[in-house]
Every structure is written in C-alpha cells, then in structure tokens.
C-alpha cells in the first residue's frame, strides 16, 4: 500500500517561506512523477509544481521564482520549498505520486498552509 504523508505547513507572514515534505511509503516512489497541488477555499485544485523522475520540473506560473520542487529518491521524499510567500497561497497543499507505470495516482492527506500577517 502506498502512502504520502505531508509535513511543514503551517502559519506565516507575508514574505515568509516554508518547506514542505511528502514521505512516500511503498516501491514506487523512484517511478513516480511527483506533485504538488493546492486548494484554496472555494477553488478548484490546481497543480503548484511537478518533478519527473529523472529531475524534470514544471512550475506554475503563479509561484514561479518564489517556489522550488526537488526530490530526494534515496529517501523517498519530494519538497516544496516555498519563499516570499503571499496571502494568495494560502491553501491546502497536496502531494501526489502519479505511478507511470501503471497510470495511477496517489495522494496524501494534505497539510494546510496559511500566509497572514
């Protein structure tokens, strides 16, 4: 059974940064296109960046410049470091591990950031 678990949300000001990480549990990970999506209350979930397994990224236009994603495939985890935050990123943040191999996707529970002053 696979699992993502999500840490490092939480509360911080404008301007501030946070790191997020998804610990994948399972084989898989090494296989995986890994992601970031986010939620924000009555909007739709959208995708906040994404690494391939050979390290290929893709960022949304919204957080380009301010967010990072990498990977760390001896330890199964992705992060999403985040800087220069902004009120308009508050959401819950999502990771997700979409398994090429077998066209499934994963998804963790979600950890909620808020930027507030």
């Known amino acids: 059974q696979v699992q993502l678990v999500e840490s490092g949300g939480g509360l911080v000001q404008p301007g501030g940064s946070l790191r997020l990480s998804c610990a994948a549990s399972?084989?898989?990970?090494?296989?995986?296109?890994m992601a970031w999506y986010r939620q924000a209350p009555g909007k739709q979930r959208e995708l906040v960046a994404a690494?391939?397994?050979?390290?290929?990224?893709d960022i949304a236009d919204s957080v380009k410049g301010r967010f990072t994603i990498s990977r760390d495939n001896a330890k199964n985890t992705v992060f999403l470091q985040m800087n220069s935050l902004k009120p308009e990123d508050t959401a819950v943040y999502y990771c997700?591990?979409?398994?090429?191999?077998?066209?499934?996707?994963?998804w963790g529970q979600g950890t909620q950031v808020t930027v507030s002053s």
């Open positions: 997700n591990a979409y398994y090429t191999r077998r066209g499934i996707d994963y």
């Open positions: 399972g084989s898989i990970f090494s296989s995986s296109r």
């Open positions: 690494i391939t397994s050979g390290g290929s990224t």
